[in-house]
């Protein structure tokens, strides 16, 4: 896709001047190394011991670039400027400034930027680190954004692909013991509860009694279970979740409260504490079911909450309006000029440092390197690892 800020990198291939005899040797030396290199990598993952894989499931909080490579619409891309600015210097399909929560637990884990699944030249051998299926817009239900994204049933089915080729690689007995050391992370949700508002003729009902709104949110919860249990029999064991931000206070839906001048959608908030206290729930429960289950609940909503209700705390100067957008809040979802929404044009802060959110929906990326600090030390709730201790257990 055009954008106005890109980088190309071009490889270049030397001239082969040399006899015949010498090319066919370096050709052949060539050859063997690209068959050698995923079993050679296998067998480092096999002695490297310290370092954990990661998996990553989820939505446009941690798509690293999936949805690059699918046919949806720059409603869900991020691959134009001035996304990727401020660390890539170019649009790598995530939605912020820069780095992701995921980015920095790689980091803190010592292993490389976990790679995209769909990320063409991604060879087989990077899936020893992990890999993410994380789609923007994505959600548990198959219906949220249908058709658009890579909803979590289809990032299970390319988890399954992973995994027996993990299988084939490794043996049974080594890849058993790299799937149960390694973290699986998700981040889902968001996008199931926040499509009733954003889409004019949405499948989706979401009727005004609490009943319609629980039996809801049970079907969020159950899809989602049915993926984590499905990872569980598959060999996972440890698991990463984010909970679900307080919804009604993302500038694209405060936009959308007309009865209260710059206040919260409560309609959407009220869903994400339906959640939340359901996700408490069923990871209580798995965790006394399922022999082996463990898991870290990071409080997405609370740390998001302070930070927007007090942002001078953690350094920032804007809690409620995003860096990036038009209107009000620039809760218009118009960053970069290249959405199909009621306007093109898009205002851009000078310094997203000062920012708790980058566009009407995301964070930046000072925000999101925060939240991975919280993430990995510290225990937000009763009954969960912080991932650090999750990964060294």
């Given amino acids: 896709m055009q954008n106005n800020k890109s980088m190309m990198v071009v490889k270049k291939s030397a001239a082969m001047a040399n006899p015949f005899s010498s090319f066919q040797f370096l050709y052949t030396m060539l050859l063997l190394l690209v068959i050698q290199a995923p079993a050679s990598e296998c067998r480092k993952a096999q002695k490297r011991g310290g370092a954990a894989a990661l998996f990553i499931f989820g939505d446009s909080y941690f798509d690293a670039g ?9 409603l869900d891309q991020a691959n134009f400027w001035p996304y990727g600015e401020t660390y890539f210097n170019f649009p790598t399909g995530r939605f912020s ?7 920095f637990i790689a980091e803190y884990a010592k292993v490389p930027l976990i790679a995209p699944f769909l990320q063409p030249g991604n060879q087989e051998y990077m899936m020893t680190n992990g890999v ?24 299970l089915l390319y988890y399954t692909k992973v995994e027996a080729w993990l299988r084939h690689k490794l043996g049974n ?31 989706i ?23 984590v249990k499905a990872i569980y029999e598959r060999g996972g064991r440890k698991f990463g979740f984010l909970n ?40 209580t429960e798995m965790k006394d079911q399922l022999q082996g289950f463990k898991y870290s609940l990071y409080d ?33 979802y118009s960053c970069g000029g290249k959405r199909p929404v009621i306007m093109k044009d898009f205002e851009l802060c000078e310094d997203p440092q000062k920012y708790v959110f980058w566009d009407s929906y995301h964070l930046t990326e000072r925000v999101y390197r925060q939240m991975a ?4 030390s510290r225990s937000w709730i009763e009954g969960s690892y912080n991932l650090k201790a999750l990964l060294q257990n």
């Fill in 205 to 227: 009902m979401l009727a005004s009694s609490s009943r319609s709104r629980s039996q809801y949110v049970d079907m969020v919860i159950g899809n989602l279970t049915t993926v």
């Fill in 244 to 283: 679900l931000g307080d919804l009604g206070c993302l500038p694209g839906l405060r936009i959308l409260q007309s009865k209260t001048k710059g206040g919260c959608l409560e309609e959407a908030s009220t869903l994400a504490t339906l959640h939340n206290r359901a996700l408490h729930k069923i990871l």
């Fill in 300 to 332: 997405f909503n609370s740390a998001l909450r302070h930070r927007m209700t007090h942002p001078s705390r953690f350094g920032f100067e804007e809690g409620r309006a995003a860096c990036c957008g038009a209107g009000e809040f620039k809760g218009i």
């Fill in 66 to 74: 999936n949805n690059n490579y699918i046919n949806t619409t720059t």
């Fill in 173 to 203: 007995v080594e890849s058993k013991r790299v799937l149960s050391r390694a973290v699986y992370l998700f981040s889902i949700g968001t996008n199931d509860y926040i499509s009733p508002f954003l889409i004019t003729n949405s499948t």
């Fill in 373 to 376: 600090a919280e993430m990995w």
């Fill in 132 to 155: 993410n299926f994380a789609s923007a817009g994505a959600g548990a239900l198959d219906e949220t954004f249908q058709g658009e994204v890579i909803n979590l049933n289809k990032q």
């Fill in 97 to 103: 400034n820069g780095r992701l929560i995921s980015d």
